[in-house]
């Protein structure tokens, strides 16, 4: 996750969190992912995702390299593969489940959509500022794996 934590020269200064142990396609790190960014949203935070070269990734989380800065346009300087949208994960399924690996049986998929509904019955995904949460909270029960 990217920040900005102040400006120097009128120029955005932004902190990297780095997730470490998170693995975008085990099923219980996107729950809570999701989890997470409806947070964020409900804040009125906008979150966007892009994927990213793993091997570097780690380099930066274990701390042994740090990230490139590109200074003239405020960022960090990755190079960037696909973009996705953090909400999608709140309110689609299709897009909650894609690249989880489904595991043994489906098990993984399956076990996502329960921690899913169960993350919202307990109040941590939050739908109701930008999306109806009984249409959202009908698509994740209703949803059916394709065997």
């Known amino acids: 996750m990217m920040e900005e934590v102040g400006c120097i020269n009128e120029r955005p200064i932004h902190r990297l969190h780095i997730l470490g142990g998170w ?3 085990y099923w219980k790190c996107r ?3 999701a989890a997470c960014t409806s947070i964020i949203m409900n804040n009125d935070i906008r979150g966007f995702g892009k994927t990213i070269e793993v091997e570097l990734l780690t380099h930066i989380a274990n701390g042994t390299r ?3 800065y590109n200074f003239d346009d405020s ?3 990755f190079t960037l593969g696909e973009s996705w949208l953090a909400d999608d994960f ?3 399924p299709e897009c909650y489940l894609q ?3 489904p595991e043994t049986d489906n098990f993984g998929l399956h076990a996502a959509i329960d921690l899913w509904l169960n993350l919202e019955e307990q109040g941590h995904l939050i739908v109701t500022k930008y999306s109806n949460p009984d249409y959202v909270r009908a698509l994740f029960h209703k949803f ?3 065997e």
Request: hydrophobic share 40%; glycine share 10%.
């Open 23 to 25: 693995v975008h396609s």
């Open 31 to 33: 729950g809570y992912y």
């Open 66 to 68: 740090l990230p490139a």
């Open 75 to 77: 960022l960090f300087d």
């Open 90 to 92: 709140i309110d689609n």
């Open 99 to 101: 690249g989880i690996s």
């Open 144 to 146: 059916e794996v394709r």
